[in-house]
């Protein structure tokens, strides 16, 4: 009933109708002094790299904006707490930031450059290419001059990059070292990337000497995070051809990123050396899980406290404001006790106002929500990271002190492992990605099952390629692909099973899949301690049907038959 757009607009008209002869609640004693105030000393913290505090002091501040109706600082606060959210690694929180920013920004607005540009990082560093690509498209839109546009369009190149379209990537930079307006900054940045896209296509001359000409300007104007850049590239370009002059770039990378505390490119770095030197392996590699360790930990620490500094925060201005309305309703009675009329319109005004307060209660919950859901995922992804990449990792290292890895077959066993290793990688990668329910589902679905085949699981996949799934309905695609992720994730965890089939078949009406593995098995009364409730959700709520079949070592049994 409070969701009713009638309702809504009854409530409205009557309450228009009425205003005049209404008598205003209780001034809010809060000012521009202390907005802005609030506002300089969240920069302040910011520069002093105080993440906590400028996020708070941005957040108190954006709130009394919003009660002075200052629309712009409204906006300036919440850019502020979505770029520090982007440098503690929370993209999702950002996200949700920013958007909160959107119903205050016009188009050509002053802000909706940096906006566009913050939601095409958060998405790019989240590997949602298309959605990153769309965002910048929309900041080159608003942008008032060809200078604006230059950071988003070199932002497009570089995706264009990742994807491996390197030739699209290298008609944009070449567009923008035309432009006479070119800062040295913006020039260097360009011509690094336009030779990494070169290099990429097979052009290593022309591609190494514009990485050197970027690498020689950005030392010039000391350019710090951008060496850094350069020197990863150039790292890339030597790693076939000379790896002594591989790893010179990398530990110079790595040196520079220790300096600036910026985790991210050391970790690069550290990938680089552990891949280029075996000698050396195993303390880049130490280094390695250690930094990746403490950045997860740290990470998630920032991102529980920004949630529950903007939680507690509106949770302080809505009790407030129910002291205010409580306050203002007992003085209208008070004075106006003799009118019926007007105690009757104060009363409709609380109510009101009360109705507009459960709603913002009811929209803080649901996002409070989401971004648990955020964190949940992203808690799952460190604890495969962490539980079994590393061990996996450690395990490798382990094997190259132990073991004389002159001997054929015992370097054959350790490219095995890393291997592997580089499978989970992808894997995980994979699990976490939006599902593509397009040409590609039925070869993705079937590398994500391969990538649970090991030395101690043969996973045996049979018929998916016979599957018509151009006739399968996106959503029922999207839920078989969740449903045998999970159940190749309690295979992993609980079953320890030698071998697993999983069969696809079809008739006119229905999709059937047939899983079973020859493992431990479990009492049929433990399926819902195991998480396996949420499959039979997942099929139910598509119309489908599920049936498990197992006992205390002989094995499990799944059949699924979904309709098409």
Same mark, same amino acid.
């Given at each position: ?46 520069? =002093? ?69 913050? #939601? ?20 080159? &839109? ?19 990059? /990742? ?10 930079? /070449? ?8 800062? &040295? ?73 220790? &300096?600036? *505390? %910026? ?11 552990? %891949? ?13 899980? #250690?930094?990746?360790? %403490? ?6 620490? #920032? ?22 309305? /409580? ?43 989401? $971004? ?18 590393? *061990? ?27 291997? *592997? ?7 995980? =990668? ?40 151009? %006739? ?63 499959? /039979? ?10 049936? #498990?079949?197992?006992?205390?070592? &002989? ?6 038959? $979904?309709?098409?």
């Amino acid at each position: 009933m409070l969701r009713s757009p009638f309702f809504y607009l009854l409530t409205f008209l009557f309450f228009f109708s009425c205003k005049e002869k209404t008598i205003a609640p209780a001034k809010v004693d809060l000012n521009r002094e202390k907005a802005l105030k609030l506002r300089d000393l969240g920069i302040e913290n910011l520069q =002093s790299k105080n993440y906590n505090g400028a996020f708070y002091n941005f957040n108190k501040s954006k709130l009394d904006f919003e009660i002075l109706k200052d629309s712009a600082n409204i906006v300036y606060n919440l850019i502020q707490m979505a770029s520090i959210q982007q440098i503690n690694g929370d993209y999702y929180g950002s996200k949700e930031t920013l958007t909160e920013a959107l119903p205050y920004v016009k188009k050509k607005d002053i802000y909706s450059v940096s906006i566009n540009n913050f #939601f095409g990082i958060a998405d790019k560093e989240l590997a949602l290419y298309d959605d990153a690509i769309y965002y910048y498209k929309e900041a080159i &839109k608003d942008a008032e001059n060809n200078v604006s546009k230059f950071s988003p369009l070199n932002n497009i190149a570089v995706i264009y990059i /990742e994807q491996k379209k390197y030739e699209k990537a290298i008609q944009i930079l /070449e567009s923008i070292l035309n432009e006479s307006q070119i800062s &040295k900054q913006s020039k260097a940045r360009v011509l690094d990337n336009l030779g990494f896209a070169y290099f990429k296509i097979g052009n290593t001359d022309k591609g190494l000497a514009l990485m050197h000409e970027g690498l020689k300007i950005r030392n010039e104007i000391q350019d710090l995070y951008g060496i850094i850049g350069s020197n990863l590239h150039l790292v890339q370009y030597y790693s076939k051809t000379n790896i002594q002059k591989s790893n010179a770039y990398a530990v110079n990378a790595y040196e520079i990123a220790t &300096k600036l *505390n %910026s985790i991210d490119e050391r970790l690069k770095a550290l990938s680089f050396l552990i %891949s280029n030197d075996s000698k050396a392996q195993n303390a880049y590699a130490q280094k390695f899980i #250690f930094l990746n360790d %403490s950045i997860i930990k740290v990470r998630n620490n #920032f991102k529980n406290k920004f949630a529950r500094i903007k939680y507690d925060s509106k949770k302080e201005k809505d009790e407030n404001q129910k002291l205010r309305l /409580e306050k203002a309703e007992n003085l209208i009675a008070l004075k106006d006790a003799e009118n019926e009329r007007n105690i009757f319109i104060a009363c409709f005004a609380v109510f009101f106002f009360l109705l507009v307060y459960l709603k913002k209660q009811y929209d803080n919950r649901n996002r409070i929500e989401k $971004m648990k859901t955020a964190y949940d995922i992203e808690t799952r992804i460190a604890k495969d990271i962490h539980d079994g990449l590393a *061990n996996d990792v450690f395990h490798a290292i382990t094997y190259t002190q132990t073991q004389p890895l002159a001997n054929e077959s015992n370097k054959e066993n350790l490219l095995q492992k890393l291997d *592997n290793i580089y499978s989970r990688v992808r894997g995980i =990668s994979r699990e976490n990605n939006d599902i593509d329910t397009g040409s590609n589902f039925a070869s993705n679905l079937k590398e994500m099952l391969s990538t649970y085949n090991s030395t101690q699981t043969n996973v045996i996949i049979n018929g998916v390629e016979k599957i018509n799934w151009d %006739s399968v309905e996106d959503l029922k695609k999207i839920a078989i692909q969740r449903v045998l992720h999970e159940l190749m994730v309690n295979m992993k965890k609980h079953s320890e099973a030698p071998v697993v089939s999983i069969k696809f078949d079809a008739n006119a009406n229905a999709l059937l899949i047939d899983y079973s593995d020859n493992g431990k098995g479990c009492e049929k009364s433990k399926i819902v301690k195991n998480g396996l409730q949420n499959m /039979e959700n997942r099929i139910l709520s598509n119309k489908g049907t599920i049936t #498990f079949d197992t006992e205390p070592n &002989k094995g499990f049994k799944v059949k699924i038959t $979904m309709p098409k």
